[in-house]
């Protein structure tokens, strides 16, 4: 993988305008590489999803020397939506933003992150990621990302359990995960307390890594229209 592992903040004065003015002191924070280990407990204790995505690039928030946050980018599970975005030519460069967890969430921490974890990535790649309706959020740190809105999310349905209401929609399917018929499964097995729940609409953003040329043609071949971001 062709990354480079650390990036080091050095408390330039044109840096720390970027963020309001110095309201972060750009001195004290570093973004780097993490492993799957280091990010585990922010996202499996602080995240709401509270479950692993597939994840290829694991970056972590450092405030003087002490981690704070996480933000994870991997490969979309959703063949329709790895192909859904630009087309199946350019699926293979798409990555989601799949995990996003602070744990104080100090101001500017976050759009602080996803900004220089964006730098470290390689190139010549579609970054997508969700603002959750149903956790209110509407993505303030992708807009101040500079990311492109691209409206909201298709209506869909999720698998549910009763009593099991917290587990995701997607830990529930892979339990008979490579199994054909998985839907008649879960009814054998769980009956009237499996059921369809419709899925909270997730606003949808957009960012491109590459130089002029890629992103003129990767931005053609977007297949949602760009919006005004929401308020």
């Not at 002490?66 to 293979?92: D, Q, Y």
């Not at 339990?175 to 729940?197: A, I, P, Q, V």
Request: proline residues 3%; contains cysteine.
């Amino acid at each position: 993988m062709h990354i480079v592992a650390l990036f080091i903040l050095h408390g330039r004065k044109q840096r720390a305008k970027t963020f309001q003015r110095g309201l972060i002191n750009v001195d004290n924070l570093e973004v780097k590489l993490i492993t799957r280990q280091q990010a585990r407990d922010l996202i499996i204790n602080k995240h709401y999803a509270a479950r692993f995505p597939s994840v290829s690039y694991y970056f972590g928030l450092f405030d003087c020397g002490k981690l704070e946050g996480v933000c994870t980018f991997g490969t979309p599970s959703s063949h329709p939506l790895r192909i859904g975005i630009a087309g199946r030519e350019m699926a293979p460069d798409l990555l989601e933003l799949n995990r996003l967890c602070l744990y104080q969430n100090k101001k500017n921490h976050a759009s602080f992150l996803v900004s220089r974890a964006l730098k470290l990535i390689d190139k010549n790649k579609i970054i997508i990621s969700f603002a959750d309706t149903e956790q209110d959020h509407k993505g303030v740190v992708y807009q101040a990302c500079n990311f492109s809105y691209h409206g909201l999310s298709a209506k869909r349905t999720d698998w549910k359990i009763k009593g099991y209401e917290h587990l995701h929609g997607q830990t529930v399917a892979d339990e008979f995960r490579g199994m054909k018929n998985r839907s008649k499964l879960m009814r054998e097995k769980y009956g009237d307390n499996f059921y369809l729940k419709d899925r909270p609409r997730k606003h949808r953003y957009i960012y491109i890594i590459g130089d002029k040329k890629y992103k003129k043609q990767t931005i053609k071949k977007i297949k949602y229209k760009k919006e005004d971001y929401p308020k």
